[in-house]
């Protein structure tokens, strides 16, 4: 199943002779795309220069709340290991599936008054936005860190005997200790060398205990021995063995230090657990957040830009076609087909009627205006943005 392209467009009334979405519905074709009604409220206006003001702030927020929905996103699946089923039923906003909200958007009134002043309105989408990011990311850096120590605690319990903890191994009556002039080292030891080792160990410094060497334990690819020096010579023996690539193990014995690492695997597993439910909840949380906020910000487009365009008094239509990015290719030459002429001198036509593109000193007029001409994009003659969720 494709994946749901939604463009947003907004057209004069005075271009219809009928029903305007009937008109627009037919005007791209039934298997294009379907077409709703985006209600966009009556904002305060304000002057020429707030408008173009509020057209360049809009345009910037609005690539920070698709970044803010992404990160949301790929939050999620890392959580539920990429499973997609599992994100997508995380994926709600306000109580409803992200696409029926969308299809069914209605600007929240109590949240957002619509008789504020829009750069009023602005800032408080662009502070939500920040506060619901910082949540995530918060919530998302602290999960992970505990996720990261519980790999840690595993790892020493399931790993080989280079890294793996020794606590449980090594027998304390092995180790020579309280002794004022010997200790005793832990040496990992790959099993291939392990002949070598037993070989060369007592010449390796001065003052080794003769066969003072015992085996420990032996896993799938080292050996560990303990084998005993004078202290004075200790960090010569160590030195030499890190040269044959034979690993020294710190390890100090201390009473009930098993049991405890046992409890601190425990404690971190339940903590791990925890911090999973809490990021899924801050995760479910922040995607209905972020892409309500997206869908404020976009209905100011819509309403910004299209007083920009067509002037007063505001008439016009805004509908949300739900398309595939396939489609959508279709979606916007049909439009363009159609509604060229709105744009002036901006589309001309070629001999056989098409319509070719925009004259690049025009569009630079048109972006230095204000009007919505996206990076990499062409002007287009109408209101018109896409956009898809991740």
């Given at each position: 199943?494709s994946?749901?392209?939604?463009i947003?467009?907004?057209l004069?009334?005075r271009i219809?002779?009928?029903?305007?979405l009937?008109?627009?519905a037919?005007?791209?074709g039934?298997?294009n795309?379907?077409?709703?009604?985006f209600?966009?409220?009556?904002?305060?206006?304000?002057?020429?220069?707030a408008?173009?003001?509020?057209?360049?702030?809009l345009a910037k927020?609005d690539?920070?709340?698709e970044a803010?929905?992404?990160k949301?996103?790929?939050s999620?699946?890392g959580?539920?290991d990429g499973?997609e089923?599992?994100?997508?039923?995380?994926?709600?906003?306000?109580d409803?599936?992200t696409d029926q909200?969308?299809?069914?958007f209605?600007w929240?009134?109590?949240?957002?008054?619509?008789?504020?002043p829009?750069?009023e309105?602005?800032?408080n989408?662009?502070?939500?936005?920040q506060?619901t990011d910082n949540d995530?990311?918060?919530k998302?850096?602290?999960?992970?860190?505990i996720?990261?120590?519980l790999?840690?605690l595993?790892?020493k319990?399931?790993g080989?005997l280079a890294?793996?903890?020794?606590?449980?191994?090594v027998?304390?009556?092995?180790?020579?200790?309280?002794?004022?002039?010997l200790?005793?080292?832990?040496?990992?030891?790959p099993?291939n060398?392990?002949?070598?080792?037993l070989?060369?160990?007592?010449?390796?410094?001065t003052m080794?205990?003769?066969?003072?060497?015992?085996?420990v334990a032996q896993?799938?690819?080292?050996t560990?021995?303990a084998?005993?020096?004078?202290?004075?010579t200790s960090?010569?023996?160590l030195?030499?063995?890190?040269?044959?690539?034979?690993?020294?193990?710190?390890?100090?014995y201390v009473?009930?230090?098993k049991e405890?690492e046992q409890?601190e695997l425990q404690?971190v597993e339940k903590?791990a657990?925890?911090a999973?439910?809490e990021a899924?909840?801050?995760?479910?949380?922040?995607?209905?957040?972020?892409?309500?906020i997206?869908?404020?910000?976009?209905?100011?487009?819509?309403?910004?830009?299209?007083?920009?365009?067509?002037g007063?008094?505001?008439?016009?239509?805004?509908?949300?076609?739900?398309t595939?990015p396939k489609?959508?290719?279709?979606?916007?030459?049909?439009l363009?087909s159609?509604?060229?002429y709105l744009?002036?001198?901006?589309f001309g036509?070629d001999k056989?009627g098409?319509?070719?593109k925009?004259d690049?000193?025009l569009t630079?007029?048109m972006?230095a205006?204000?009007l919505s001409?996206?990076?990499g994009?062409?002007?287009?003659a109408y209101?018109?943005?896409e956009f898809?969720?991740?």
């Amino acid at each position: 199943m494709s994946p749901a392209q939604y463009i947003l467009v907004s057209l004069p009334l005075r271009i219809f002779d009928d029903e305007p979405l009937t008109s627009l519905a037919a005007t791209i074709g039934r298997d294009n795309g379907q077409v709703l009604p985006f209600a966009v409220p009556s904002f305060k206006i304000g002057t020429l220069d707030a408008l173009v003001q509020h057209a360049d702030d809009l345009a910037k927020l609005d690539s920070a709340c698709e970044a803010a929905v992404a990160k949301v996103a790929d939050s999620l699946r890392g959580i539920l290991d990429g499973d997609e089923d599992k994100v997508a039923q995380q994926k709600i906003v306000n109580d409803k599936p992200t696409d029926q909200y969308l299809r069914s958007f209605q600007w929240n009134k109590v949240r957002y008054r619509a008789d504020r002043p829009l750069g009023e309105l602005i800032d408080n989408l662009q502070k939500e936005l920040q506060n619901t990011d910082n949540d995530v990311k918060a919530k998302f850096n602290q999960y992970n860190g505990i996720k990261t120590n519980l790999a840690a605690l595993e790892r020493k319990q399931t790993g080989n005997l280079a890294t793996k903890s020794l606590t449980p191994i090594v027998d304390p009556q092995v180790l020579v200790q309280d002794s004022e002039y010997l200790e005793t080292h832990l040496i990992v030891v790959p099993t291939n060398a392990r002949k070598d080792f037993l070989r060369s160990y007592e010449t390796l410094a001065t003052m080794v205990v003769p066969r003072s060497s015992i085996q420990v334990a032996q896993d799938d690819e080292f050996t560990l021995f303990a084998v005993t020096t004078f202290k004075k010579t200790s960090s010569e023996f160590l030195q030499k063995c890190r040269e044959h690539k034979w690993t020294p193990r710190q390890y100090k014995y201390v009473e009930g230090g098993k049991e405890e690492e046992q409890r601190e695997l425990q404690r971190v597993e339940k903590e791990a657990k925890k911090a999973r439910t809490e990021a899924l909840l801050i995760g479910r949380t922040g995607w209905s957040e972020s892409v309500m906020i997206w869908a404020h910000v976009m209905t100011l487009r819509v309403f910004v830009e299209t007083v920009l365009r067509y002037g007063l008094p505001l008439e016009f239509v805004s509908a949300l076609i739900q398309t595939t990015p396939k489609q959508a290719k279709k979606v916007k030459t049909a439009l363009d087909s159609t509604y060229s002429y709105l744009g002036g001198n901006a589309f001309g036509r070629d001999k056989h009627g098409r319509v070719t593109k925009d004259d690049a000193s025009l569009t630079s007029e048109m972006a230095a205006a204000g009007l919505s001409v996206g990076e990499g994009s062409e002007y287009t003659a109408y209101v018109y943005y896409e956009f898809s969720l991740p």
